[in-house]
């Protein structure tokens, strides 16, 4: 990092810079646990230096196995409805690093605010002043974006933040914020070697942004979880003034988003119907983020002044005012071909329930799958819900941490066996962009289905707007 600081700042020179960021301080995402540095002591520490700019805005912190990226996005997108700033920081990216921080800005216009990434002038500016301490804290990838997010978002003046965590909640790198919300979308069993191999285990450690005295929403009850959330809301605010040890009080502080109905739940249905965020299982995302809504309405008064048809319109809009990505999002109509980045059997299940009830209606002839994952998962647990009527393409994107295609189909083929189940037309095709070209042929009108590894559907997404960008250039030659 230390060799950008005689460098001027040029398309070329950002480039370079942000290849030397994924190698020096490499991603969780791209290369697992080695990456991974639980703790937050060295957060604190840079966080002084840039003068707590976290402070200078309220935030909402939002944790979960699954959806807390749609979660986030929707109350960002309800929040700029209500005519306020909003810095939205959510990982991970499908293209460009830089999607995961951005302005919802709905000062000037509510109904259709102005959206803003990071500038890259303002990457290479923070990574210029700040290269050679990274150096020295041997910070992580996720502890220097989020403090580029944190910057980024009181430079620019943000009312409110929705801030997502990384990996569990307790140790995670945003965990040094003091939010208005602490908000939990549900609990699976993903990331077992670093968060623990029970859900209570897990829930402990999401649980971890829970702060004293600040509201917590739970989007999913389950009674292995619930009585860790319980404890760590009581045990963090019975020494509290405010609530001199009354139990009731303190417990009011905990909502469980399906134990009650939230407002506007009346009309989920009509929201769902009109939302860009197609997955089924946005009903359990909308759901906790009503909840959510409610009790941001007693701490922000914007949020409780905003109009009902406002608010709905935010959340049927919500991937185009936020710029949200790879949620079951349609990346062509004709072939169809659709997205999602849900990559573990809590999510996966979902996404291979609609596919198959997709099939059972007619909507589409033909199911062809492009299926990848990474070597530090349990996918032998998504075998058992992947569709018996569909062809399936296994690959795997580059990077350490992705797991060969051939053995993915190995272990696929070899469970439908010994589970008696009917023989599929199956391949295996390391690279993405090839995988995606075969199962294009292999469509014939159906529908193409990509997932299983966040970069997975980065690759192919990348690789058909490649494809897109070079037929719009001969068409236009011709």
Partial sequence: MMEQNDMEFSEESYDGMIKDLFVRFPSYQKSGAEAYKPGIANMEFFDQLVGHPHRKYPSVHVA????????????????????????????????????RMRIV??????????????????????????G????????????????MAFS?????????AVIETGLGGRLDSTNIISPVLSVITNIGLDHCDMLGSTLPEIAFEKAGIIKRGVPAVIGESNPETDPVFERKVLYSNLSSTEFGGDRGRIMSLLAFADKYEPGLWGRHEEILAGM???GEYQVRNLRTALAALDVLGKAVPAV???????????????????????????????????????????GLKYNFRQLERMLAAGECGRLVIVY???ADKDFSSVFPLMPDNAVYVFTNASGRRACPSDEVMRGFLAYRASAGKPEVEAYSVPAVSDAVA???????????YIGGSTYVVSEAVAFLERNALMNDAGAASC
Wanted: glycine residues 8%; hydrophobic residues 40%.
């Fill in 438 to 448: 075969l199962a294009m042929k292999l469509q014939k009108g159906g529908l193409l």
């Fill in 372 to 374: 990848g994952t990474v």
């Fill in 276 to 278: 860009d965020l197609r």
């Fill in 304 to 346: 409780a002044c905003a109009g009902t048809d406002d608010i709905i319109s935010a959340l049927e809009n919500t991937a185009v005012r936020t710029g949200f990505r790879g949620r079951w999002e349609t990346l062509s109509e004709n072939p169809r071909i659709i997205c999602d980045i849900g990559h573990n059997a809590h």
């Fill in 152 to 160: 980024w978002f009181a430079s620019r003046e943000a009312d409110i």
């Fill in 64 to 99: 979960g196995t699954n959806g807390k990226g749609s979660v986030c996005s929707m109350l960002a997108s309800v929040l700029a409805a209500a005519g306020l700033r909003v810095g939205l920081y959510t990982s991970p990216h499908i293209i460009d690093f830089r999607e």
């Fill in 105 to 130: 800005d709905g000062r000037d216009s509510p109904s259709s605010p102005d959206l803003y990434h990071i500038s890259k002038r303002e990457v290479w500016d923070f990574m210029k002043r700040w």
């Fill in 132 to 147: 050679e301490t990274f150096d020295h804290l041997d910070l992580s990838f996720f502890e220097i974006t989020t403090s």
